[in-house]
């Protein structure tokens, strides 16, 4: 943790990845209530519109992050900081937040973990040439593929890296194809990463006979709401294919009610 913030204090997933790690640690200790507190503020503040990351759906983060402003407030000192009163419905909803972020926690912690040791191990060994780096990635996706957790959790951070080479644009979209390829061999049923290597497809310009294909096999499979709704978008916006939209769209609101009317699902299949 202290090697990511030294090297990426300007990504809004290492405070993720500091305020989860903090956050399962904050019944027992007011100090790493306070550091999760601060870590999940600074997710907001580098990312306002902060939806999520793996398991972590950004409404969960956003119900603990209130509990914890309520456990250490910004006016009072850590030490002396006690617990303001809440109604049972938050401290219901503000439990579920924090068994959601110790699983996340858990899971991110043994993804960093195998990243930097990975990393330490290529600067002391030296011997891996960049044009061996696939099969490098190849080679210990494969030994590391019985376990399965670990293997969901270092594919999760590959698709957040591909995500956001896709967001910045430009000559980008060959190192985000990259990621999501890479996803896919530590995680091959991985929906983020097809989704991911989609949007790829379709920047570089490819058919849409195929890329409706790609969409089809994709929307076989059990998507979350999440899913479904970046696929019937995707539809909408690129394909114009309002049936095959309508479909996926429809699967969001089957699944998630609650985020279909946070994302205006019920406007876009009116349209």
């Given at each position: 943790?202290?090697?990511?913030?030294?090297?990426?204090p300007?990504?809004p997933?290492?405070?993720?990845?500091v305020?989860?790690y903090?956050?399962?640690r904050?019944?027992?200790?007011?100090?790493?209530?306070?550091q999760?507190?601060?870590a999940?503020e600074?997710?907001?503040e580098?990312d306002?519109d902060?939806t999520?990351f793996?398991?972590l759906e950004?409404?969960a983060?956003r119900?603990?992050l209130?509990m914890?402003r309520?456990?250490?407030?910004a006016?009072?000192?850590?030490?002396i900081?006690?617990?303001e009163p809440a109604?049972e419905?938050e401290?219901?909803?503000?439990a579920?937040?924090?068994?959601e972020?110790?699983?996340?926690a858990?899971?991110?912690g043994a993804?960093?973990?195998?990243?930097?040791e990975?990393?330490e191990a290529r600067?002391?060994?030296?011997?891996?040439?960049?044009e061996?780096?696939?099969l490098?990635?190849a080679?210990?996706?494969?030994e590391?593929?019985?376990e399965?957790p670990?293997?969901?959790?270092?594919?999760?951070?590959?698709v957040?890296?591909g995500q956001?080479a896709l967001?910045?644009?430009g000559?980008?979209?060959?190192?985000?194809?990259?990621?999501f390829?890479?996803a896919l061999?530590?995680d091959?049923?991985?929906?983020d990463?097809g989704?991911?290597?989609?949007r790829?497809?379709?920047r570089?310009?490819?058919?849409?006979?195929?890329?409706?294909?790609?969409i089809?096999?994709?929307?076989?499979r059990?998507?979350s709401a999440?899913?479904?709704?970046d696929?019937?978008?995707?539809?909408?916006?690129?394909?114009k294919?309002?049936?095959?939209a309508?479909?996926l769209?429809?699967?969001v609101e089957?699944l998630d009610?609650?985020?279909?009317?946070?994302?205006?699902v019920?406007s876009?299949?009116?349209?």
């Amino acid at each position: 943790i202290r090697q990511l913030e030294a090297e990426r204090p300007a990504d809004p997933l290492t405070w993720v990845v500091v305020g989860a790690y903090h956050a399962s640690r904050s019944s027992q200790s007011m100090d790493s209530a306070r550091q999760a507190r601060d870590a999940f503020e600074k997710v907001l503040e580098l990312d306002p519109d902060f939806t999520g990351f793996m398991a972590l759906e950004g409404e969960a983060m956003r119900q603990q992050l209130e509990m914890l402003r309520r456990q250490v407030p910004a006016d009072r000192p850590p030490q002396i900081a006690e617990a303001e009163p809440a109604d049972e419905q938050e401290d219901i909803a503000a439990a579920e937040a924090a068994r959601e972020v110790a699983d996340v926690a858990t899971e991110v912690g043994a993804a960093v973990d195998e990243r930097l040791e990975a990393k330490e191990a290529r600067e002391e060994i030296g011997e891996l040439a960049e044009e061996d780096e696939e099969l490098q990635l190849a080679e210990e996706a494969e030994e590391t593929r019985e376990e399965g957790p670990d293997n969901r959790a270092q594919a999760a951070l590959y698709v957040a890296q591909g995500q956001r080479a896709l967001q910045s644009g430009g000559d980008r979209l060959q190192e985000a194809q990259n990621h999501f390829r890479r996803a896919l061999q530590y995680d091959e049923d991985s929906v983020d990463a097809g989704i991911g290597l989609l949007r790829v497809a379709a920047r570089s310009g490819a058919p849409e006979d195929m890329l409706a294909d790609q969409i089809d096999l994709l929307a076989s499979r059990d998507l979350s709401a999440r899913q479904a709704y970046d696929l019937g978008l995707f539809c909408l916006r690129n394909l114009k294919d309002r049936d095959r939209a309508t479909s996926l769209l429809q699967r969001v609101e089957d699944l998630d009610p609650q985020l279909s009317r946070r994302l205006g699902v019920e406007s876009l299949l009116q349209q």
